[in-house]
């Protein structure tokens, strides 16, 4: 168990709909990451919050966005959604940016399934 | 755009036997490196890392090795048990702290 916890594990819904995936960092984290995993795809880096300011963009679509609260969890909001969207959505948390490496830590994720 | 790649996407062991996992990375800047474990239906769970300023990092059953002059990095597992079953994956990191991963080598052990 990381520590990362994640809502709701599966999540089902229609193309055009939105949804809303919840992450709480492991305890003391500043830093919380969205991954997209697709099907047979590697981790593609969405976004990355730091004590609750965007820290980084990698490929996010302009339909999600996300957001870190000042309690430091974080929710990334999916909008219109498209069939393609379907995949497994990490959240990781670090302590934050620091001198020397900055171990992120993977919750278990979300798996959204849109029909 | 750089890329983390991995030589074999499968790989099959018997068990006990030792286990290496290969990966490419491109960007000669990257300084700090991950291997992850991601098992059916969970997260990724961190294995072990290394900096660009070592060769060779040890833990408990895995080693990685660093290779700079050709930008390779591998994962040793070492007596590969059913539980090592798993995709593995290499991230790199050379920006801030944003990691890029490869798409994973699927390792299987056969009792």
Known sequence: ?115 | GESVGLHLPTLSVQEGDNSIINCAYSNSASDYFIWYKQESGKGPQFIIDIRSNMDKRQGQRVTVLLNKTVKHLSLQIAATQPGDSAVYFCAEKYTGNQFYFGTGTSLTVIP
């Open chain 1, 1 to 115: 168990d990381s520590g990362v916890t994640q809502t709701p594990k599966h999540l089902i819904t229609a193309t055009g709909q939105r949804v809303t995936l919840r992450c709480s960092p492991r305890s003391g984290d500043l830093s919380v990451y969205w991954y997209q995993q697709s099907l047979d795809q590697g981790l593609q880096f969405l976004i990355q919050y730091y004590n609750g300011e965007e820290r980084a963009k990698g490929n996010i679509l302009e339909r999600f966005s996300a957001q870190q609260f000042p309690d430091l969890h974080s929710e990334l909001n999916l909008s219109s959604l498209e069939l393609g969207d379907s995949a497994l959505y990490f959240c990781a948390s670090s302590v934050g940016p620091r001198t020397g490496p900055d171990t992120q830590y993977f919750g278990p994720g979300t798996r959204l399934t849109v029909l």
